[in-house]
């Protein structure tokens, strides 16, 4: 199919290997009634196989095959894909994911009516083997609270992975390859505290594939994972964002759930000076007893104290 001059929507696809789930997003593009898109294929796959699907789908679409050599890693493949885009709007779609109608894309396109730069929707989270799902929707009476702080995504990303979201390409924010676990959570931060604004699409119109299990074993509460990248967010954002009682306790859950009680324990993974309010947090999560640290209600109130006593310290 003839390329468009300037595609109203750019859909980034970073593939890698997954070329089952590939071509069922694929499909699930193929359907849908909005058709003033381009789809750009960033590879960093060593075999053609992914090329070979791409190639089929070239005469239903218009679409642009890239090949990484060498291969860019999560989330340079993602950044390669918005480099690639001609589009006046950018959407990531993660090759597990998929539209869940075919009316999606046209939803996304009549948000970008509302002047706003950055848009996502509610989605469903499948259960890959048991084919369960999970609706998931963005809970508007945090809204004001989310813009005000968006490092507030860190104790719980209400928005969701990056395949619900578009972005204005005029934004011109890339995805942090230093991290990854909490790469969205940063890409978000940056896009809201440039931004202040935000559109959100009341349907269930993404389906985002989940393995549970892999999720689960190869990220969280894995310390040489979270807390890098916990120190990376620090750096970049300062301590601002710990005045907020909903992102102290976060790091007090995080320092917890990995068994950080000290100084000491932090410095096997981080070798840098934490900083006072941190380390003050760490030295309160040493004199709780172990015991209370594993029931949540008595972890919680001694984190409420801690942050009473520790709030005055912060510093940007």
Request: hydrophobic share 40%.
């Amino acid at each position: 199919m003839e390329p468009l001059l300037r595609p109203l929507i750019s859909i980034c696809i970073p593939a890698y290997k997954n070329v089952a789930f590939l071509r069922r997003l694929l499909d699930s593009i193929s359907i849908q009634t909005f058709k003033e898109f381009e789809v750009i294929i960033t590879d960093d796959s060593m075999d053609d196989e992914v090329q070979q699907i791409a190639n089929a789908y070239t005469t239903k679409f218009s679409l642009h095959y890239y090949r990484n050599r060498p291969p860019f890693g999560m989330p340079g493949n993602w950044n390669a894909g918005i480099r690639e885009a001609r589009g006046e709007w950018i959407k990531i779609m993660h090759d597990d994911d998929w539209f869940a109608s075919e009316d999606a894309l046209q939803l996304f396109a009549n948000a970008t009516g509302q002047n706003n730069k950055f848009i996502f929707s509610f989605y469903n989270n499948i259960y890959l083997g048991s084919n369960t799902e999970e609706k998931i929707s963005f809970p508007r009476s945090q809204c004001s609270r989310l813009l005000s702080q968006p490092l507030l995504l860190m104790a719980n990303n209400i928005i969701g992975p990056p395949s619900v979201c578009m972005i204005h390409k005029n934004v011109n924010i890339l995805y942090d390859v230093r991290l990854r676990w909490r790469v969205d959570i940063d890409y978000y931060a940056s896009i809201l505290r440039k931004e202040r604004k935000m559109t959100t699409i009341p349907q269930y119109i993404i389906n985002v594939g989940i393995n549970a299990e892999q999720v689960t074993n190869s990220t969280k509460n894995r310390p040489e994972v979270e807390l890098p990248e916990a120190f990376v967010l620090l750096k970049k954002y300062g301590t601002e964002p710990l005045s907020n009682i909903y992102v102290y306790d976060a790091w007090w859950r995080m320092f917890r759930n990995m068994n950080i009680l000290s100084e000491k324990d932090l410095s096997r993974y981080i070798d840098e000076n934490p900083g006072d309010m941190v380390r003050k947090m760490l030295h309160d999560l040493s004199k709780v007893p172990i015991a209370f640290l594993k029931m949540g209600i008595l972890s919680k109130l001694f984190m409420g104290i801690s942050y009473l006593t520790n709030k005055h310290r912060n510093t940007k």
